[in-house]
């Protein structure tokens, strides 16, 4: 089975500083992609960045980029140079084929690390 | 900003009420989502449309019934709700990309606010 596993329930982060978010996960699969959303307030999941199972290279996108160690099954996502405007709520997703015959892939979240940014 | 948008934005209604939420997305999408997410919680899967049929229904009461029109248009009618369905309703669509699914990205819309009273 699945399992996606955000370990900080809650981080702070001085305003312009790096940080990281916690992802381990859990699968038999060797196809599976890695996801990480936003949620601000308001309540839209905004998509930040993937990474498949089968990238060499860590993804980057613009100041986020996802560490990414498969031997040990971790999917950090770094923020750098945080902004007032980067505090939310941060989900950790996988997709995986599910068993329904379908082809889209599937998503599972994790419980989620909500970052507070500091002035 | 976002290409999946969601009506209504909040809504209120007793448990006799009908009532439908809208989804809308305008980027060639022939997959779409329904999810729900209580507070402080994750989101979780409902419904999954494929090329405008159901592919996938996570065993929800039928007091939620889903309805995709087309390609662009997906709705979920609602009727003799409980107040534990009160929630954060999402929506959203993927490309529908066959043997590559684990690349697809999901796109989420702004979501409704569901309150049953």
């Known amino acids: 089975a699945q399992k996606i596993t955000q370990t900080q329930p809650g981080m702070f982060v001085q305003e312009k500083e790096a940080v990281t978010l916690d992802c381990t996960y859990d699968?038999?699969?060797?196809?599976?992609?890695l996801f990480w959303y936003k949620q601000p307030s308001s309540g839209e999941m905004i998509f930040l960045i993937y990474?498949?199972?089968?990238?060499?290279q860590n993804a980057t996108e613009g100041r986020y980029s996802l560490n990414f160690q498969k031997a040990r099954k971790s999917a950090n996502l770094v923020i750098s140079a945080s902004q007032l405007g980067d505090s939310a709520m941060y989900f950790c997703?996988?997709?995986?084929?599910?068993?329904?015959?379908?082809?889209?892939?599937?998503?599972?979240f994790g419980k989620g690390t909500k970052l507070s940014v500091k002035p | 900003d976002t290409e999946v948008t969601q009506t209504p934005k909040h809504l209120v209604m007793g448990m006799t009420n009908k009532k439908s939420l809208k989804c809308e997305q305008h980027?060639?999408?022939?997959?779409m989502y329904w999810y729900k997410q209580k507070a402080k919680k994750p989101p979780e899967l409902m419904f999954v449309?494929?090329?405008?049929?159901?592919?996938i229904n996570e065993s929800v009461p039928s007091r939620f019934s889903p309805e995709c029109p087309n390609s662009s248009l997906l709705n979920l009618h609602l009727h003799a709700l409980q107040p534990e369905d009160s929630a954060l309703y999402l929506c959203?669509?993927?490309?529908?990309?066959?043997?590559?699914?684990?690349?697809?990205?999901?796109?989420f819309g702004p979501g409704t606010r569901l309150l049953v009273l």
């Open positions: 699968t038999s699969d060797q196809s599976y992609g």
């Open positions: 990474q498949g199972s089968y990238d060499e």
């Open positions: 980027m060639g999408h022939r997959a």
């Open positions: 997703a996988m997709s995986y084929r599910g068993n329904y015959g379908g082809s889209q892939g599937n998503l599972i």
């Open positions: 449309y494929s090329y405008e049929k159901l592919s």
């Open positions: 959203a669509s993927s490309q529908e990309l066959g043997r590559l699914a684990v690349k697809e990205t999901q796109y």
